[in-house]
């Protein structure tokens, strides 16, 4: 039995077709031939778009010159409202400017500090989860918010703001589409963007709720009595070029891009892992299994839980958090002697490239051993990019490849998790790869 795939729509369709697909669901929106071509173009009266799945293009827009391929604009803009000029969407000389005061907070000595929080989030997951049929993903996003809130702002979940940020947070990911009109339309700076009213509203909510946070943690640096966490880390960095911190706004911006690169595609990731050992009931008693190992606290721990971190891979493979990320060609270049026209959106698409029948072997199937193998090795090197790749990786992999298997491995321990019958998940693309009613699964104890 194959791991659910949304199915492909009929090779050709309208633009006006397409864009009502799109915003309804990138996965299904796409041919079926993607999983096999190595670039396809696709035309509107506006823009052209390319995607890319030939791992040496890849590595040219991402690695060798990825100043010539800024990131596009158009789909960045239905995400404004909430993420401002976060380090997600700017481009250039202030994106880098970004990175040089966030990239310090998640090297690899801070995931040691920041471990004892990831643990304790862990450790309450474990404790509020009930037995009986479950809404996976339910679980995951509040497990995943509270790692967020407590590596941040040395907070838990259940702290009044951090549980106002969670509740708004859910609202807007309803109300907010995957691609605004403007990703279609080429619409000037000062054009209205059509954002729906609710939208709006609760992006405003989220980011007063984020500065009240990041005024109190202020107040407590400039009294000396701030936490050594990620926000204290991030708002006392400075920058060594230009000798500056980031300002009370720009920090609103970051918080508000960790909370939703960190929550919601580690909440994403971890759903979809645990549906998967619950399908393969075999692989869960095998991280049952090493999960007995999980005795204290220690960082030291991660490097036992093997079995986990491959099984975490594979799933990041197969239902890549991040499905698309588009780029934009800065000036005319040419890719497979096709040539690409200055404006033009590069697509690059992790969920194709993971499941690229050319590239893969036996790309549709869950085998975390792959991963053991040279084929599986090199695939991982050319054509495997959940956090992105180059310059632009996320800062937060090195962090979501501790949580992940950590958080995993603690639920696997105290309980199974076993399928129920007729309700297959299909999965969809809204801010992160999700299932269109849910992950259900009957929860008991081990």
């Not at 202030?94 to 966030?102: A, D, E, G, P, S």
Request: proline content about 8%.
């Amino acid at each position: 039995m194959l791991p659910p795939k949304p199915p492909a729509r009929p090779d050709k369709v309208s633009l006006w077709r397409y864009v009502k697909l799109f915003r309804q669901d990138i996965l299904s929106a796409q041919p079926a031939k993607l999983y096999r071509a190595w670039m396809a173009e696709f035309r509107t009266p506006f823009f052209r778009s390319f995607m890319v799945n030939d791992p040496k293009v890849l590595n040219r827009v991402l690695k060798e010159q990825p100043d010539d391929f800024p990131k596009s604009s158009r789909v960045s803009e239905g995400l404004r409202p909430l993420l401002g000029d976060s380090v997600f969407l700017t481009n250039g000389d202030v994106w880098k400017r970004q990175r040089r005061i966030i990239d310090p907070a998640f090297e690899g000595g801070r995931l040691r500090d920041t471990f004892p929080a990831m643990w304790e989030a862990a450790e309450s997951a474990v404790s509020r989860l009930e037995t009986g049929v479950t809404e996976i993903e339910e679980v995951t996003s509040f497990a995943a918010a509270d790692v967020i809130f407590r590596t941040l702002f040395s907070i838990p979940i259940e702290d009044e703001i951090a549980s106002e940020v969670f509740s708004e947070f859910r609202d807007y990911q309803r109300s907010q589409p995957i691609v605004n009109i403007a990703a279609f339309l080429p619409m000037p700076r000062w054009m209205p963007r059509f954002f729906r009213r609710r939208t709006r509203e609760t992006a405003k909510t989220i980011r007063g709720l984020i500065r009240r946070l990041t005024q109190a943690r202020a107040a407590e640096i400039a009294a000396g009595t701030a936490p050594d966490d990620l926000a204290t880390k991030i708002m006392t960095t400075v920058d060594p070029e230009t000798g500056e911190k980031f300002s009370p706004e720009e920090m609103i911006d970051q918080v508000a891009i960790f909370f939703l690169a960190g929550h919601e595609t580690s909440a994403s990731a971890l759903a979809w892992t645990l549906y998967l050992l619950a399908l393969y009931p075999e692989w869960q008693d095998r991280l049952a299994e090493e999960a007995e190992q999980l005795e204290a606290c220690d960082f030291a721990v991660m490097s036992k839980l093997k079995l986990s971190r491959d099984v975490f891979r594979e799933a990041l493979r197969l239902y890549p958090p991040v499905p698309m990320m588009v780029r934009e060609a800065g000036c005319p270049v040419e890719f497979r002697e096709r040539h690409v026209a200055k404006g033009s959106q590069i697509v690059l698409s992790p969920w194709h490239l993971h499941r690229h029948e050319r590239i893969w072997e036996r790309p549709d199937e869950f085998d975390p051993e792959r991963w053991k193998t040279e084929s599986g090795r090199q695939c991982a090197r050319e054509a495997y990019m959940p956090f992105s790749a180059g310059p632009r990786v996320c800062t937060g992999a090195g962090f979501a490849m501790v949580e992940g298997p950590l958080l995993l491995s603690m639920l696997l321990k105290a309980f199974r998790f076993e399928l129920i019958e007729g309700r297959e998940p299909v999965p969809v693309a809204h801010l992160t790869v999700r299932a269109k009613d849910g992950i259900w699964l009957k929860v008991g104890r081990r």
